[in-house]
């Protein structure tokens, strides 16, 4: 199957075993802790600086998932926490933004994320994703979650419009 990266303006994904390994740290209060990579979080801002709408859905609760995602240049209404219904949540945002689903790449790893990864018109995993997710995407990416594949899967939309590119001066404006 041929992938249509030129019709892509969306990326929106999901975070525990897509931006992190999947690990959950947890500190004496029981409070969540995650680790993100920092070249996918570049690369998230790398997209939001070259103009597409980004967005997570995550089943995750706190809001430092939703503070580390702003950081990265996802805006704070696009960071919606508690998600059960991630297909329906992610029709919610097509419609929001007047997306049709052809337009948009969305990023999971696990049975949750198969109805999205089915929806949107590009599905992508990593390559730690669970056999029924990698089964049901369009692209599996040679990185696991957390480890490069978030930006591995930016780039290689935006290296296909033309619009990988770094400018300093609107990086510096935006962080």
């Known amino acids: 199957m041929e992938l249509n990266l030129s019709a ?8 525990d075993g897509v ?11 029981a409070e ?18 070259n103009g597409y709408i ?3 859905i995550t089943g995750g609760h706190t809001e430092a998932v939703r503070k580390r995602m702003t950081a990265y240049g996802v805006p704070y209404e696009n960071v919606i926490l508690h998600a059960r219904d991630k ?14 689903p052809e337009e948009v790449l969305y990023m999971g790893d696990d049975i949750p994320d198969i109805p999205a990864l089915k929806y949107a018109g590009i599905g992508a995993v990593p390559s730690d994703a669970v056999e029924e997710a990698r089964e049901a995407a369009d692209v599996v990416s040679p990185f696991g979650g957390g480890r490069g594949f978030v930006r591995w899967t930016l780039e290689l939309v935006m290296k296909a419009q033309g619009r990988w590119e770094f400018d300093v001066k609107k990086y510096e404006k935006m962080f």
């Open 32 to 49: 969540p802790l995650r680790i993100f990579n920092e070249k996918d979080g570049h690369g998230l801002r790398m997209a939001a600086l």
């Open 8 to 15: 892509v303006k969306a990326f929106v994904l999901d975070v």
């Open 87 to 100: 297909c329906k949540l992610l029709a919610e945002f097509c419609e929001r933004f007047s997306l049709r």
């Open 54 to 56: 980004l967005g997570v």
């Open 19 to 29: 931006m992190t390994d999947g690990s959950v740290l947890v500190d004496s209060n």
